[in-house]
């Protein structure tokens, strides 16, 4: 080894066991068909399965289906499925509400009335209600 640039060690292997320009690493990579954990778990949930609800049998997503035997438990009592099932209603309901609007303050509403004055006073000051934009093509 007469090159510095022959050094051998951690991180640098000998040059004949390089990989040579252009050659990859992992040749065949990730097979096409391969699914990632998230694709997995969205077809599962989206499969259908037979479910009695109610006396009927029917075809719901598996999705659906589990939902369906958690409300059951969580109605016959147990502890466990009864808190899972107020947990996501509450994650549910409190996503899809509205949040309440709050009255304006004095203030809030002073700024916007001289903005509505300022506003009058300007379409009242141009020609037929056009704006300086509108006037220059």
Excluded: W
């Excluded at 096409?32 to 479910?51: C, I, K």
């Excluded at 009335?113 to 509108?134: C, F, N």
Aim: proline content about 8%.
């Amino acid at each position: 080894m007469t090159s510095k640039d022959d050094k051998v060690g951690y991180g640098r292997p000998p040059v004949h066991t390089r990989f040579k320009p252009g050659q990859s690493g992992n040749p065949k990579g990730r097979p096409r068909g391969s699914l990632n954990f998230v694709t997995d778990l969205e077809r599962t949930l989206q499969a259908p399965v037979r479910v009695i609800d109610s006396g009927k049998s029917r075809t719901v997503s598996s999705q659906h289906g589990l939902l369906l035997r958690l409300k059951e438990r969580a109605f016959k009592g147990e502890p466990r499925a009864l808190d899972k099932y107020v947990s996501l209603a509450a994650t549910f309901f409190a996503k899809t509400e509205e949040p309440a609007s709050k009255p304006l303050s004095a203030d809030d509403l002073a700024i916007l009335e001289r903005y509505r004055q300022e506003v009058l006073t300007e379409a009242k000051a141009s020609p037929q209600g056009k704006t300086e934009d509108q006037d220059n093509p």
